[in-house]
């Protein structure tokens, strides 16, 4: 059942100009951070850096746009009543939408390709990093979709859900920035202050482009994603109640 929602999920994408749009525009606006904003050129340095370092900032606007319209959509049209009328459990509903969207991202992430060739062409990089870095970013990616897909369940308006999980999003971004964690100094224990650092995709991001593929930092990122589609289940399943 599993396969048939994937495959469903994929030719609802390839069905519209949706997947054309979002590859179209991740891929520009890669290209526009790296070789623009990014000082790819200038720094001199046969690395991804200036690649790697917007995608936080990139998934915090693109994925949840993607996100929106996984269950609101369902739920506006009426569709989501006769989805729940089939025979497919609906972990394997949740699971489904979600991986098929993962695997979209992650197509579009491979076609990024140019740029890791030209910093081939140009220098002799360290590829481990930079592989270790691609995978980082999936994972990251990930855990911004799991947020978007649980707060498209909360409602059938694709625009709410959108904002709320840019709002969401960033705050698992910015957690562990000193601002964040400068509010708890003085009067929060060390392990709360750690705890809310820990929450950051950025902490654990970096860790991973760094080139060091720790077990934490991918767990951290399979806990998110978990925590959040079981939250989209239970979701979906007081909606069903109502």
């Known amino acids: 059942m599993l396969n048939v929602v994937i495959k469903r999920e994929i030719a609802s994408y390839l069905a519209t ?9 991740f891929l520009v606006l ?22 790697f370092s917007f995608h936080p900032w990139l998934y915090l606007f693109l994925v949840p ?29 949740i699971v489904g939408k979600f991986l098929a969207s993962w695997l979209f991202i992650g197509v579009a992430l491979m076609l ?23 995978l980082g970013s999936w994972f990251m990616a990930g855990g911004f979709l799991a947020i978007g ?30 601002m964040v964690l400068d509010a708890f100094q003085g009067w929060a224990p060390a392990w709360l202050i750690d705890a809310v650092s820990s929450l950051s995709f950025l902490t654990h991001f970096n860790a991973i482009s760094r080139g060091v593929l720790d077990i934490r930092d991918v767990l951290y990122f399979a806990l998110v994603i978990s925590v959040w589609l079981v939250a989209t289940a239970i ?8």
């Open 17 to 25: 100009p949706l997947a054309f749009i979002f590859t179209v525009i």
């Open 30 to 51: 890669n290209g526009v951070f790296t070789f623009y904003l990014g000082n790819f050129y200038e720094r001199g340095q046969a690395d991804l850096f200036s690649f």
């Open 65 to 93: 746009a993607l996100a929106m319209r996984l269950w609101s959509e369902e739920r506006k049209t009426g569709t989501i009543e006769l989805i729940m009328t089939l025979p497919i459990p609906t972990r394997d509903l």
């Open 112 to 134: 990024t390709f140019p740029i890791w060739i030209t910093v081939n062409y140009l220098g002799q990089p360290d590829n481990g990093v930079i592989l270790a870095s691609y």
């Open 149 to 178: 897909c649980c707060l498209s369940a909360t409602t059938n308006n694709q625009v709410i859900a959108f904002i709320l999980s840019v709002v969401v999003c960033f705050v698992f971004i910015v957690s562990g920035f000193p």
């Open 235 to 242: 979701v979906i399943d007081m909606k069903k109640a109502e």
